[in-house]
């Protein structure tokens, strides 16, 4: 069994957190009991297995979850430490089966960026601004979906255009939405 090695940054993160401090503990002992080596990517505790990412541990305002930060990913909530210790051996199966799939080099088809729906607010600013247009397509393709998905997810057209207004700007500067 290969030793555990804590990686510093999470250490920090973790005591650092104003909430799910204790949550946080657990699902770090429960992923790395599962052999993963931890790593701090975007920002939060992630867990790989040969350099390919596996789950990571995201903290919300209503719940902390395990996730994985890609398409095909899928996520695990949990509202308190009592929920996480219920489900322990399931998500140490979850992780071992998420192993096995990086294992067998099995690969999720992504949806490409240009298969995303343009909410109407937003092509309609791209239509009457030309150089915003050309800035978006300039945007690496993960940052044109993340604009996408926030542009569309809310159901008011009122604001959805306020969010396209609000990074028109951003979008021209060349950044991503969390730039």
């Given at each position: 069994?290969a030793e555990?090695v804590?990686?510093?940054k999470?250490?920090v993160?973790?005591?650092?957190?104003q909430?799910?401090?204790d949550e946080?503990k657990?699902?770090?002992?429960i992923v790395l009991?599962?052999q993963l080596t931890?790593?701090?990517?975007?920002?939060?505790?992630?867990y790989t297995?040969?350099n390919?990412?596996?789950?990571?541990?995201?903290?919300f305002?209503?719940?902390?979850a395990l996730?994985?930060?890609?398409?095909?990913g899928r996520?695990i909530r949990f509202?308190?430490?009592q929920?996480?210790?219920e489900m322990?051996?399931?998500?140490?199966?979850y992780?071992?089966?998420a192993?096995?799939?990086?294992?067998s080099?099995?690969?999720?088809?992504l949806?490409k960026?240009s298969?995303y729906?343009?909410?109407?607010?937003?092509q309609?600013?791209?239509?009457?601004?030309?150089?915003?247009?050309?800035?978006f397509?300039?945007l690496t393709?993960g940052?044109?979906?993340?604009?996408?998905?926030y542009?569309?997810?809310p159901?008011q057209?009122?604001?959805?255009?306020s969010?396209?207004?609000?990074?028109?700007?951003?979008?021209?500067?060349?950044?991503?939405l969390?730039?």
């Open positions: 069994m555990i804590l990686n510093p999470v250490d993160f973790i005591s650092r957190a909430k799910w401090q946080y657990k699902l770090r002992e009991d599962c931890e790593e701090f990517k975007w920002m939060h505790p992630c297995f040969e390919n990412n596996v789950v990571l541990i995201h903290g305002k209503e719940y902390v996730t994985e930060n890609v398409q095909a996520q509202t308190n430490l929920e996480i210790v322990e051996f399931i998500l140490k199966d992780i071992d089966e192993i096995e799939v990086e294992k080099g099995l690969k999720v088809e949806k960026t298969e729906n343009i909410p109407e607010e937003f309609n600013k791209l239509d009457e601004i030309p150089v915003l247009k050309t800035a397509k300039t393709p940052r044109q979906r993340a604009y996408l998905l542009f569309s997810a159901k057209s009122k604001t959805r255009a969010r396209v207004e609000k990074y028109i700007q951003h979008i021209l500067n060349g950044k991503g969390d730039d």
